[in-house]
């Protein structure tokens, strides 16, 4: 499975971003995934998950009410709307697969990663 982000830019707290993460393979339906981030100088923390069937849907508590992931499995693609922007949200974001079940709606067990997209909130 590979993992293409894209949407991180520069913006404005209040504001909005939508990030995308496409995926190559014909697997995609049968893998759950997430995203995370890593701001400056920490460490990488989860931010969201969703089910193979986008039934069910995680969140950090940092991130709830405000972001909302999605996916559309015949654009082999998933997706972070990301409102009311905050400047502790700027950091690099990661899509990642989870190929088996387990935890992963805690942000446990992902096998692939994407490359990251950079999002910075200015104050």
């Known amino acids: 499975v590979q993992l293409q982000a894209s949407g991180g830019g520069l913006v404005q707290a209040g504001g909005s971003l939508r990030l995308s993460c496409a995926a190559s393979g014909r697997t995609f339906s049968r893998n759950y995934m997430g995203w995370f981030r890593q701001a400056p100088g920490k460490e990488r923390e989860f931010v969201a998950a969703i089910s193979r069937s986008t039934t069910s849907t995680f969140y950090a508590d940092s991130v709830k009410g405000r972001f909302t992931i999605s996916r559309d499995n015949a654009k082999n693609t998933v997706y972070l709307q990301m409102n009311s922007l905050k400047p502790e949200d700027t950091a690099v974001y990661y899509c990642?697969?989870?190929?088996?079940?387990?935890?992963?709606?805690?942000?446990?067990?992902?096998?692939?990663w994407g490359q990251g997209t950079l999002v910075t909130v200015s104050s």
């Open positions: 990642a697969a989870a190929t088996s079940g387990g935890r992963w709606y805690m942000g446990v067990g992902y096998d692939y």
